[in-house]
């Protein structure tokens, strides 16, 4: 096992040693492989990838720690307590968007998926908080590191539709978006961005945990 010494260690080694080329950690410079997990810089708002033991140093969420290790945890919310009203009182241009509280804002903020990346709304926070006190679920989330995903698709003639809503690892929100980014093409991103949404989706649905209201 792996203890704090050790990595500590390696990470004062890694400052004179040379590198090779490869993947490594960002703190102490350890070869990773492509899976590995993530840590978030608080401050920074930065994620960084790192070796296991690394990772382990960051995993206790009561401590006030500079960095914070992402879990990886699958949540399914059904009948989330959003409907299309609620959703443009948040004033976000799509219907695709992923919140998560910043911890050294002291407040939730949200983004959204387009052409260039992942881009921080002007959240309404007097329209978020009445989602929260609706739907108490949304406060399962673990500050910076884990993230609500909402989806509302558009109404049909018919019906009013229902938003999709998951918590997952932040580091997943930031790697659905960043793949959309290479994906769109004009205004609305295109067919391959549509069918990559609904694929996501559909894979959040065989790998989520639900949790009832």
């Known amino acids: 096992m792996t203890s704090a010494y050790d990595v500590l260690a390696r990470i004062r080694a890694a400052k004179t040693a040379p590198q090779p080329a490869g993947e490594r950690c960002e703190m102490c410079s350890e070869a990773i492989a492509d899976e590995h997990q993530h840590v978030v810089n608080v401050e920074g708002r930065q994620l960084m990838c790192v070796c296991r033991g690394c990772y ?118 930031y790697e659905f978006v960043g793949r959309l980014r290479m994906l769109w093409h004009g205004f609305d991103g295109g067919q391959q961005v549509r069918e990559f949404i609904d694929e996501f989706f559909a894979h959040l649905d065989d790998r989520s945990k639900v949790v009832e209201r």
């Not at 804002?105 to 052409?115: D, S, W």
């Not at 995903?149 to 999709?164: F, G, H, N």
């Open 56 to 173: 382990l140093l960051f995993t206790d969420e009561q401590a006030k720690l500079r960095f914070r290790a992402v879990p990886d945890r699958y949540l399914a919310f059904p009948d989330f307590a959003l409907d299309r009203r609620h959703w443009e009182t948040l004033q976000i241009p799509v219907g695709l968007a992923f919140f998560f509280k910043n911890s050294t804002l002291e407040r939730t903020v949200a983004f959204y998926p387009g052409p260039a990346g992942a881009t921080e709304s002007e959240l309404d926070l007097a329209a978020w908080n009445d989602i929260r006190e609706a739907d108490p679920r949304v406060d399962l989330l673990s500050d910076d590191t884990e993230a609500v995903l909402v989806r509302v698709p558009p109404d049909s003639p018919d019906e009013i539709a229902t938003p999709q809503s998951y918590l997952l690892p932040i580091d997943a929100c």
